[in-house]
């Protein structure tokens, strides 16, 4: 059975300060992607790596894939009260067809102005 | 606006009464899924389409059934709904990326209480 980790499980930083959020798994992806959930909503899509080693950067987000493609890392730079949400990695086995999708538990991130 | 709509939105339920939680999508999506999302146990995938008519179980099947019989549509039906579905429902619709990735539209949630 695969499974996702991600740690922390919670995390509560004060605005201005840097972060780290990690997904761990003993099994090899094909994709991974990062949402962004907020309470009420359904998660939103933040990135999708595919390649081992890729870094994709989105405005103050740097996400990275493992080399060997079984984790994969969410930094966020001066982080902000808007970046306060449940983030969820996701990992995708499937590339030629679609296959199940595993979620990882989630970090819940909350940045105190 | 290319969206994922569900309904209802929320739900109060009594053991053993059918219910069907409806899921439409905009987008000509190919793909389609159902979750759900529990405490301390993240979202779980319970069943999903990869075309019309063609549907495979998840992780969390037992308890479900869905129907794919147009693209847009993707219904999850509960035949005789249990205390222990009672959680937070999403339906998601993907589309094959040309970097060979499935990325996944959610809706907006269906929270679902079965006394």
């Known amino acids: 059975t695969q499974l996702l980790e991600q740690s922390p499980q919670f995390l509560s930083i004060q605005e201005g300060e840097n972060l780290t959020v990690y997904c761990n798994s003993s099994?090899?992806?094909?994709?991974l992607q990062w949402y962004r959930q907020e309470p009420g909503e359904g998660p939103v899509l933040l990135v999708t790596?595919?390649?081992?080693?890729e870094v994709k950067k989105l405005k103050r987000l740097t996400f990275q894939f493992g080399d060997a493609r079984k984790d994969s890392s969410l930094h966020i730079t001066a982080a902000q009260p808007g970046d306060t949400g449940l983030y969820l990695c996701?990992?995708?086995?499937?590339?030629?067809?679609?296959?199940?999708?595993?979620f990882g538990p989630g970090t819940s991130l909350s940045v105190i102005p | 606006e290319a969206q994922v709509t569900q309904n209802p939105r929320y739900l109060i339920t009594v053991t053993g009464k059918k219910l069907t939680v409806t899921c439409s999508q905009n987008?000509?999506?190919?793909?389609m899924s159902w979750y759900r999302q529990d405490p301390g146990l993240g979202l779980r995938q319970i069943y999903y389409?990869?075309?019309?008519?063609?549907?495979d179980k998840g992780d969390v099947p037992e308890g479900y059934k869905v129907s794919r019989k147009e693209k847009r549509n993707f219904p999850l039906i509960l035949e005789s709904p249990s205390p222990n579905q009672t959680s937070l429902y999403f339906c998601?619709?993907?589309?094959?990326?040309?970097?060979?990735?499935?990325?996944?539209?959610f809706g907006p949630g269906t929270r679902l209480t079965v006394t």
């Open positions: 998601a619709s993907s589309f094959l990326t040309s970097g060979g990735a499935y990325e996944q539209y």
């Open positions: 099994s090899v992806f094909s994709s």
């Open positions: 790596v595919v390649t081992g080693g």
């Open positions: 996701a990992g995708a086995s499937g590339r030629t067809s679609y296959d199940k999708v595993i």
């Open positions: 987008m000509n999506h190919e793909y």
């Open positions: 389409s990869m075309n019309v008519e063609v549907t």
